[in-house]
């Protein structure tokens, strides 16, 4: 094995980011000093700029500016109330019922908006102040927001998810999509049962119990918000349109949802593409130079060169897979998702296929582990958010927050060695 090029490769990102470049920035620059250990600076600029653009150049990524644009107008639509409101209805008389709602809630706006930052922002704004009305300690909500929050990558429509299938070399979106829901509704159910059980130990307040007339009508009131989950992923999977096209579709569909609700009026939708705009080209950035990263890596057979060594460690499946979950668990503390996905999809791909198993459960598998690195210091950008609009500390927060990491890590765990909890909704596609 050749390790100059890891050596370089690590030390400079490292090293890039500890003196606060930012993410892209870092990948770029670490992907350059990289390459230049093979040929001189000219060519490997060249290369780097090249496989920068190139990284961008495909159809797919134009769904992640529409899906983008969509969770900003469903978030300035009114949507995530009627989605509370609804929530309410279903759980809010159960023990911790506002921590429930905040974690059923956090479920359908996910997957209607696909953005952990829009569902943090929403809910936390929404939801919090009214748990600390009924005495609930605001670091216990932040945790419980910040932690359901990340449901939404997993529950489609995910833009991860179609990171993944870029950096995968085209596996299904329609079967990423789909594989989701499962893993993303047991890992709610996981935070549900630690949320009601540390609330009924604080004695917190029970909500009161929904009449099936208020059931309905909260129902019919979200009824016109879910239908965008048919319409989207029914038209995915039932073949009248691609990811892309669905994604123009969603916006569409939120924009004449934000006018009937009277949400969204002419003069707001300016600042809602210039938000969208900014989000995506940060967005896009991260995703250019990790391609560039990705590729340099494969020039300098460093996937290959890790895979070799992770499969002389152990022949066994069983742990090759939890020694792959325990370093995107260390990943997903220090980098972005994005980023993430696309560097570290190439390494493990190729072992992953040689023991055998589904690259879309893999995909599952991964976005699950890195939506808990979202929730952790010093990177998780969802934790940044839960905690600023709690109005209160990480260090407050982690405390509340550990036993609702280990019901993630233990649903993490379940969709790793259980195959059909992702597999089985693609399988009934055909897909």
């Keep these: 094995?050749?390790?100059?090029?890891?050596?370089v490769l690590?030390?400079?990102?490292?090293?890039?980011?500890?003196?606060?470049v930012p993410?892209?920035?870092?990948?770029?620059?670490?992907?350059?000093?990289?390459m230049m250990t093979s040929i001189s600076m000219l060519p490997a600029l060249t290369t780097v700029s090249q496989r920068i653009a190139t990284g961008l150049d495909s159809f797919a990524l134009l769904a992640i500016p529409f899906f983008v644009l969509s969770g900003q107008l469903m978030n300035k639509g009114g949507i995530a109330h009627r989605l509370i409101d609804f929530a309410k209805t279903l759980v809010g008389a159960l023990p911790g019922g506002l921590a429930l709602i905040n974690v059923v809630a956090a479920m359908l706006m996910g997957a209607i908006a696909g953005s952990a930052m829009a569902s943090a922002s929403a809910m936390g704004s929404i939801l919090g102040p009214e748990m600390e009305k009924d005495g609930y300690s605001k670091e216990f909500g932040a945790a419980v927001n910040v932690t359901s929050s990340t449901l939404g990558l997993i529950i489609p429509p995910s833009n991860v998810l179609i990171v993944y299938s870029l950096a995968s070399g085209g596996v299904s979106i329609a079967a990423l999509f789909l594989a989701g829901y499962i893993p993303g509704i047991l890992t709610g159910l996981f935070i549900m049962i630690v949320a009601s059980l540390y609330a009924k130990k604080?004695?917190?307040?029970l909500g009161e119990r929904s009449s099936l007339k208020e059931v309905a009508k909260k129902f019919v009131s979200a009824f016109p918000s879910l239908m965008l989950l048919v319409v989207v992923i029914g038209g995915i999977v039932a073949g009248i349109f691609t990811a892309t096209e669905a994604s123009a579709i969603a916006v569409l569909y939120t924009l004449?949802?934000?006018?009937?609700?009277?949400?969204?009026?002419?003069k707001n939708l300016p600042q809602i593409l210039l938000e969208s705009a900014g989000t995506t080209a940060i967005v896009m950035l991260l995703i250019g130079a990790s391609m560039s990263m990705s590729w340099v890596m494969s020039y300098e057979n460093i996937p290959q060169d890790l895979s070799n060594l992770l499969l002389g460690l152990s022949d066994n499946p069983i742990v090759i897979l939890l020694i792959i979950n325990i370093m995107l668990l260390m990943v997903g503390i220090f980098m972005d998702m994005t980023p993430a996905v696309?560097?570290?999809?190439?390494?493990?791909l190729p072992i992953i296929m040689t023991l055998g198993m589904d690259p879309v459960h893999f995909g599952i598998v991964m976005i699950l582990n890195l939506c808990i690195g979202l929730c952790t210091p010093p990177v998780g950008s969802v934790l940044f958010v839960g905690v600023g609009i709690a109005n209160t500390t990480i260090e407050k927060v982690v405390r509340p927050l550990i036993p609702l990491f280990v019901a993630m890590i233990i649903a993490l765990l379940l969709v790793t060695y259980i195959p059909a909890l992702s597999l089985w909704l693609p399988g009934l596609f055909d897909l």
């Design 1 to 7: 094995m050749e390790y100059l090029p890891i050596y």
């Design 23 to 34: 993410v892209a920035w870092s990948i770029a620059i670490s992907s350059l000093l990289t």
């Design 10 to 20: 690590i030390v400079s990102f490292v090293g890039l980011l500890l003196i606060g």
């Design 256 to 266: 004449i949802l934000g006018y009937y609700y009277k949400e969204i009026k002419t």
């Design 342 to 348: 696309l560097i570290f999809t190439p390494i493990f």
């Design 202 to 205: 604080k004695k917190y307040k």
